[in-house]
């Protein structure tokens, strides 16, 4: 096992260096450099988020590069004392359009069995501007989230060219031990892994093959450092419309095999309900009842997993 942490600053350089592009196939021969015993594949992307950036003058051109930080010195949290300064200098906020890019590297056996790898891809843009509709914000948190921020957008005008940022590398095996070793952790996704070793989709392939994990880190009540993993599909799993509902028996059967085929893997319905509930849970119940009667097409590990769920369900 190969100890991560001393290799973040090599990926930070290599993420700076190398501009983006299709497929990603730079980056992930020059992360090949920095760690040759892993063979890191591109696995998907998570869009449509955006984060705070800096500040620009009416002509576009820089003023700050952190909007809060500049805000809190250029007025020792008076916002009135800001507005009164630069109110009239027709200054925009920046924004980051953002997007996290997934890769994968197998390290082991099981659905835990893999070193995962997020990079960002950054683009600043024009957001609003600094004060809407000339409106003193109450403080610096109102400044930096103000009412009306998404109606008072301008357009979305780049201010360089997108950038890749390292935000994690996370052996997941070594996640897990930490976290069951840890009180208080959301042991759900370590709940998922395990189904998944325990049901028939570990016998056509790597969990990683079809799923990533979103990793969130953050503070607990007690000030200790926690992760919340919730399972990110790489294919986009359907959701069954209401005409599902009716089906038992043999035409669900058939309905759930035909699904399990178009995802790639088996018990994808299954996966699909903990991630996606919605109808799902209705159809599980249908499933567990024709097996109950005797209509049986889950093979028995597929069923035991099912039955669990039905004695303690849960889902993301």
Known sequence: MIDMQPRTKSLERICRMVPPGVHHVSLVEAVSTILPDYTFRYRTTRSDWHRIGGVVDAGFNRVAM??????????????FAL????GAEGYFTTRFDGQTH?????????AAGF???EVEELTEVVDHPLFIDDQVPDDIEDLLDPAGAFAARVEARPLGAAKYDFRSITDIGELVAKQVASEGSDLRYIRFLEEWDKSSAASKGRFCDHFVLKLLS???RFGERKIEATPLPIKSLPVPGPVVLALSGPELGHYLHDYDRKAGFPMAWYFAMLTEKKVWPQIAMTVYADHRDDFRYLPE???AVLEHWIRYPYSF
């Open 66 to 79: 952190n909007l809060r930080q500049w805000a809190e010195d250029a007025c020792d949290h008076d916002v």
């Open 83 to 86: 507005y009164e300064k630069f």
């Open 102 to 110: 997934y890769f994968v590297a197998p390290n082991g056996d099981g």
């Open 115 to 117: 070193v995962q790898l």
């Open 218 to 220: 953050f503070m607990d």
């Open 301 to 303: 590990k597929d069923l």
